[in-house]
């Protein structure tokens, strides 16, 4: 076994974690999994002849899940035995499917409002690559009035909050201003902030970057910054986003954290095979979360979320991993994870 690895395995057994309460906000949706399996092409092939001939059925393989950058995360985060508490809104049919899909976990749903709209995601899970439609019911305008006092009381006390999906909601800037502002007044918790793909903002789009990097990110409000490559290019470059943030970048291939000192080697990911890839990034960032809490030095906080992402991805159960799992995960890897 790498030694890193066996390092990490040591520190996932030994350490303890008590005390430590998560806040995570605010997208949950409903995942309809459209399993293709084969590539791109050959599926707009298949999907423009049913077309042409005035309709007609695909059989398919299809599963829904829990969905949502912030629910995902949550999930995965109460999986590796950290409190977790999710701030949300949907409607009463959302809930439901919500409680039934976490019946077995350990997420507490005492913050998710039921007097707001379903949000629903059709992911097609192609070969190398996915496609989400996306209806982000009321994430789109989830603002600070959505917040209730018990809410804010949560966030004030909370050792960590996490806001994402910035990018689909037209409020995004406004929620991370004032929820990052109140963890900083009551200077007790960290801020993690996970944007998200930029692109729906559309022809705002510029402008909507502007305004959300001179007042959240240039306000010294987000410790760590979640990224993926696309998303740093988007967001003015590395050398721009880490003057004023620690910035946790993951790709396909390695994971790297950068900040106004130092940055660390890049650690590579581990090469599974993949079953699916949305959730993927939701899944690293609850590993880079418990990783943080653990207290872990940046080099093994990043391994920890690439072996937690590897696991879901490969996973034929699609199960988000127990420390349990985690661990059995890591002793079995074949490869040796190379620092460059």
Request: hydrophobic share 35%; proline share 4%; aromatic share 10%.
């Amino acid at each position: 076994m790498d030694k890193n690895v066996r390092e990490l395995v040591e520190k996932l057994q030994e350490t303890a974690i008590k005390d430590i309460n998560i806040v995570i906000m605010p997208h949950f949706c409903i995942d309809n999994f459209v399993y293709y399996g084969k590539s791109i092409d050959s599926f707009i092939d298949k999907f423009v002849d049913i077309a042409k001939q005035g309709g007609g059925n695909l059989p398919i393989s299809q599963d829904i899940k829990i969905g949502g950058k912030a629910a995902n995360c949550c999930c995965a985060l109460a999986s590796l035995g950290i409190k977790s508490y999710l701030i949300a809104k949907t409607n009463e049919l959302g809930y439901k499917l919500l409680e039934y899909l976490t019946n077995s976990m350990e997420v507490n749903l005492s913050y998710v409002s039921r007097n707001g709209d379903l949000a629903q995601t059709t992911a097609i899970e192609l070969k190398g690559a996915n496609v989400m439609l996306s209806d982000p019911g009321s994430l789109s305008s989830f603002g600070p009035d959505f917040l209730t006092d018990a809410e804010k009381e949560l966030i004030s006390k909370a050792d960590l909050v996490c806001i994402s999906d910035w990018g689909l909601n037209e409020k995004g800037t406004e929620l991370a201003k004032y929820v990052f502002s109140l963890v900083k007044e009551n200077k007790k918790g960290k801020t993690f902030f996970d944007p998200g793909d930029p692109s729906p903002k559309e022809n705002k789009l510029n402008l909507e970057i502007g305004r959300m990097l001179r007042d959240v990110l240039e306000k010294g409000l987000v410790d760590i910054l979640s990224v993926n490559e696309h998303e740093v290019k988007m967001y003015g470059g590395i050398n721009y986003l880490k003057r004023y943030t620690r910035v946790d970048l993951h790709s396909n291939d390695y994971s790297i954290s950068y900040d106004q000192i130092k940055e660390t080697k890049r650690i590579s990911t581990f090469n599974v095979e993949t079953k699916r890839f949305t959730g993927a990034g939701d899944v690293w960032n609850a590993g880079d979360i418990f990783g943080e809490v653990m207290g872990l030095p940046p080099n093994k906080r990043l391994l920890l979320a690439n072996s937690a992402a590897a696991f879901y991805v490969s996973d034929p159960h699609g199960r988000y991993p127990t420390r349990k799992l985690l661990i059995d995960f890591l002793e079995k890897s074949p490869l040796p994870v190379v620092f460059k």
